[in-house]
């Protein structure tokens, strides 16, 4: 029952861990060769110009290596690796290749310079050079870009000193290249030590027969596993003290210091750190396989297994039973599943359900689940603790604010100094939130020196925004991708929401799928409007990732044929899949049949679209014209759909959804300043993402309650419904939201209508899920009013329907005129049938997102810009090109500000925090006034200081310490208006005049 340790029970033995723990070690006596170089020497010791060199050490380390290995077969230079004395220095650096940034040729050898070190390799050597190279960070184009049609050869042909760094080009002198190349001291060559320990493992790696294929491209596990393996004990190493077994006290050369206080002290010699991290490396290497199956997990627990009885929620037991029947084979062929049913139907506890069904009885359950936003993760770890009863020392919540949680719970140089591999592992805000028993034995002893990393490795269930399982393939440098990775090999993972995020940002999330499969994990995507292209394409990411796990882990003999299923409020089915073809066929006939029986379902949200035609050009145009026709809008809907009060007055809540920030604030502002009509009332509360986050949490604990409407009669308790009906002789109380994407996902919110600017077909849809959400009352006449037209398309802006949504230049829609895009059918029942099938012809605002989807994600590799499946169609991994050219968020710089205050007579002010740690007002924040109409209120007043001030005395903190835990407000800059001020206002929140 609960909390159980994995048990080994032989299944879990990975059959390539020696040969990844071998190969570690190999490159660990190499990895730093490039420390004995006299201008690292003298910038760890503080006696050269600069605290860079003009190469990094691991290029230069790469260098000595390849002069090393040569032209060598493998079993050549690693038999020499077992006979070498001291005397092999000089003929080695007769043969190293001195890059200078100003010739092509040696004028002395006639060597090409600056060429790729791995050209001429044995295929072992090739594996141990990239490991040599990539130790600290993966290595990139950082100068001009190679073209995509030729990246086959960018190994063989690209590989130049520019991907490792451009620190050569930073040097105006050119005696420094000549010095670059020295060794006053020596290589470790001249240590005995190093030399003994060379000898032990070139004896292991002659009688390991395994090894001479890791060298091959399609072994993916082995080489990354190395990688993992080798920062793992490079990390550890270097913060170990020094230890002078391992060194020959004749070579005096040093790998990096120690600080005590401000003072640097030299901490570790060179061949001892080598020796030490070679060591490790085997010794990580080889239990990696039993730390990650002793890792804790869940037993028995009784929330997983319970049959369901309510009818809305019992689909969830065939869930069960379809994933149990799965339960052993998915061991052994991997897993890829689908949750797509409907919203509010219950997938977060679904998914939950089902992982454990997976999940061997003996070794218990583990699972990620990863998230877009932050507020929807804790939500989520809410909904799971309280829903199947898993307490705190059973899940790990990670996000990237401990304020967060805490409101969501009440009560151009690169300096190359040796450091690299001592950094954290986290960044600074990275909070982990976990009661349970954390990692023991010689994982907990590397990883429990950050008590987050390790809790976030060994909780059974860990929900977290995606945004911290993504550096498994995103964190291209300082060891950041180690927790990622660790996580992704030692449980399973759950992608929510996974299409609720820009087509830019899915070649990531293919490539974290990706390195799921090539990690061993199971997959379930869940959403309901999935489209078939990212499902496609997600399950050929899995497809080729397991294909390298079963290569390298899986049962010897055992082909790939992974176990797919598919579940939704109707039931549940399962099918084998060995290739993409017979998976999208399956897939189709899933859409299909769940297509038909959506046509079939009660209609609850009836939309009709409605022309806005602007009587002034420009923005301001548009605002106003925007601004008319949806107070226009809002009184049909609100005579139509209501709650009535005992005393014969109306309240009906409604959202109305802009896609930016700063047009949805000019909007507010203008229907604020608009009077209502006699005998009537509007209130309004604006919510975006740009209030400070205790604002923030404010306004939505206050909405969210409003928007429950399990309990009908609990509208009017809400205290200021109650205080509207009493205080005001308006008979019409409109309570309306004006917001951006935000209540799209994570809001559980019924609302009696809506109206929406529309982006994207997926927005239309998941807005449509905030009305009738609960109630589940069929309309008699439309409750969801679409805008014939957005604010771009309004202001004459080409694109449109973009940031967010689908349309670009190249890829354009026909028009901008909703009635023109979207049939009457597809407007009149939204739902998720446009999304989740292609045979839109009619619905040219799906069918672009159809198109593009497909395009962007599984386009052809000649393509201009890569498709997401280049990344395992092509041997790209060894790089972060793709990662350079596809970044995950690329939302540009952003600011951080706080609102703060010291006491209860301060006037609040925005601060921001400076590079020496000391609090500075920030002159760029001017309060607008705020003019209101007639017969307009706001939803509930928000006053900073009597925000920030209760949560002073419910937290029992003082102002300033809550002013700078929870004030805070992230804020997107652009270079074209980084000067420009910021407007706020308590109720509008931080906002730009639109342009």
């Known amino acids: 029952m609960g909390n159980a340790p994995v048990r080994d029970d032989g299944a879990n033995s990975w059959r390539s861990a020696e040969t990844f723990a071998v190969l570690a070690a190999i490159a660990a006596l190499f990895h730093d060769f490039g420390k004995a170089g006299r201008c690292f020497q003298q910038s760890l010791a503080g ?37 070498l004395s001291s005397a092999d220095e000089k003929p080695l650096l007769a043969k190293l290749v001195k890059d200078h940034p100003d010739r092509r040729i040696c004028p002395v050898s006639g060597q090409a310079l600056n060429a790729s070190p791995l050209r001429s390799l044995a295929p072992l050597a090739r594996a141990v050079g990239w ?41 105006k002198t050119r005696k420094i290249f000549e010095i670059v190349w020295t060794f006053p001291q020596g290589t470790p060559l001249r240590s005995r030590t190093w030399r003994h320990k060379a000898q032990q493992v070139s ?22 596993m190395a990688r993992l393996t080798l920062m793992l004990a490079d990390h550890h190493y270097s913060a170990q003290p020094a230890a002078p077994a391992w060194r020959d006290e004749n070579y005096v050369v040093w ?42 997990a869940i037993g028995e627990q009784p929330g997983f297994c319970e049959r369901i009885v309510d009818k809305r929620y019992r689909w969830q037991n065939s869930a069960w039973d379809v994933a149990f029947a799965l339960r052993a084979r998915s061991r052994r062929h991997g897993f890829f599943g689908i949750n797509m049913a409907s919203t509010g139907c219950g997938k977060t506890f679904a998914n939950a359900r089902i992982m454990s069904a997976l999940s061997d009885t003996h070794r218990g359950c583990r699972f990620s689940v990863a998230l877009g936003l932050r507020t929807l993760t804790l939500q989520t770890a809410s909904m799971l603790e309280k829903r199947l009863g898993l307490s705190h020392d059973l899940l790990a919540v990670l996000t990237g604010s401990t304020a967060a949680r805490e409101l969501h719970d009440p009560p151009l140089s690169e300096p190359d100094d040796g450091s690299d591999s001592a950094g954290a592992m986290l960044e600074e805000s990275d909070d982990v939130h976990f009661a349970g028993v954390v990692c023991a034995g010689p994982l907990g002893e590397w990883l429990n020196k950050d008590p987050r990393v390790a809790r976030m490795v060994c909780a059974p269930v860990l929900v977290t925004t995606i945004d911290h399982l993504m550096p498994a393939v995103e964190g291209v440098s300082g060891g950041r991708q180690i927790p990622a990775m660790l996580r992704l090999l030692s449980s399973d993972l759950v992608l929510d929401e996974p299409d609720d995020f820009d ?113 002034a050009a420009g923005r301001r145009g548009a605002i106003d014209a925007v601004a008319a026709e949806v107070q226009r809008q809002m009184l049909r809907l609100d005579a139509d759909h209501h709650d009535r009060h005992q005393s014969g007055k109306t309240v009906s809540l409604g959202i109305v959804l802009l896609a930016n920030i700063d047009p949805l604030v000019a909007v507010a502002q203008t229907l604020m300043a608009q009077a209502s009509p006699d005998g009537c009332c509007i209130h309004y509360s604006i919510y975006h993402s740009q209030h400070p986050l205790a604002v923030r949490s404010f306004i939505e604990k206050r909405l969210d309650r409003a928007f429950d409407r399990r309990d009908p009669a609990q509208l009017w308790q809400l205290p200021e419904v109650s205080a509207a009906l009493s205080d005001s002789l308006a008979r019409r109380h409109l309570f309306v939201v004006l917001a951006t994407s935000v209540v799209e996902v994570g809001r559980d919110w019924d609302a009696h209508w809506g109206i929406i600017e529309p982006s994207s077909m997926r927005s239309l849809i998941q807005f449509a899920g905030r009305i009738q959400r609960h109630r589940a009352i069929a309309p008699a006449s439309p409750n969801l009013i679409i805008l014939g037209r957005n604010i771009n398309a309004l202001s004459g802006r ?88 596809r970044p995950f968020r690329c939302t540009g710089p952003q600011a951080q500000f706080f609102i703060r205050m010291s006491n209860n007579d301060d006037i609040p002010a925005f601060f921001f925090k400076t590079e020496t740690g000391n609090w500075k007002a920030s002159e760029r924040f001017i ?33 300033t310490a809550v002013s700078e835990r929870y004030g805070e407000v992230t804020l997107r800059v652009h270079k074209r208006s980084s000067a420009d001020p910021w407007w706020f206002h308590p109720l509008l929140g931080v906002f730009r005049t639109p342009d």
């Open 798 to 885: 080409n694109p449109a329907y973009c940031q967010p949504g689908y349309e670009t230049l190249k890829w354009s829609l026909p028009s901008h005129d909703m009635q023109d895009l979207l049939p009457e059918a597809a407007c009149r029942g939204i739902n998720a049938l446009a999304r989740i099938a292609e045979n839109n012809d009619d619905n040219a605002f799906a069918a672009l997102e159809h198109r593009r989807l497909r395009a962007e994600l599984l386009g052809q590799e000649e393509m201009k810009a890569p498709a997401a499946a280049l990344w395992w169609r092509a041997p790209v991994t060894w790089c972060a090109e793709l990662q350079r050219r």
């Open 47 to 83: 006696t050269g110009k600069f605290r860079f060199q003009p190469y990094r050490h691991e290029w230069i380390s790469l260098r000595l290596f390849e002069a090393f290995a040569g032209q060598k077969s493998d079993d050549e230079w690693l038999a020499k690796l077992g006979q």
């Open 255 to 296: 790998a990096n210091g120690a600080k005590s206080g401000v003072l640097q002290t030299m901490n570790q010699r060179l061949d001892e750190h080598l020796c030490g991290v070679a060591h490790y490396s085997m010794l990580i290497g080889r239990m990696l396989p039993r730390a990650m199956a002793m890792l804790p």
């Open 131 to 171: 490991l040599i190279l990539s130790h600290h960070r993966l290595p990139q184009a950082r100068t001009g870009e190679p073209d995509i049609a030729y990246c086959r050869q960018w190994l063989e042909n690209q590989l130049n000193p520019d991907w490792n760094s451009l620190n050569h080009k930073k040097f």
């Open 927 to 959: 309060r607008c006034k705020l003019t209101m109409g007639e017969g307009v209120k706001p939803w509930f007043r928000i006053d900073y200081n009597v925000v920030l001030t209760a949560l002073a005395v419910e937290r029992k903190m003082t102002l």
């Open 203 to 224: 004896r292991q790696a002659m009688k390991l027969q395994a090894l001479r294929g890791a060298g091959e491209q399609g072994c993916l596990f082995t080489q990354h």
């Open 503 to 615: 087509p830019a940002d899915l070649h990531a999330q293919c490539r974290l799928v990706h390195w799921a499969g090539m990690l061993g994990a199971r997959v379930l995507l869940s959403s309901a409007t999935l489209p078939p292209a990212q499902v496609e394409t997600l399950f050929s990411a899995y497809c080729e990732g397991r294909r390298a796990w079963q290569r390298e882990c899986g049962e010897a003999g055992v082909s790939l044929n992974i176990c797919c299923a598919w579940f939704d409020e109707y039931g549940s089915t399962a099918r084998d899949a060995a290739s993409d073809e017979t998976f999208s066929m399956a897939h189709r006939e899933f859409a299909l049949l769940r297509a038909s029986r959506l046509s079939e379902q009660k209609r609850l949200r009836l939309g009709n679209i409605v022309p806005v035609r602007a009587a």
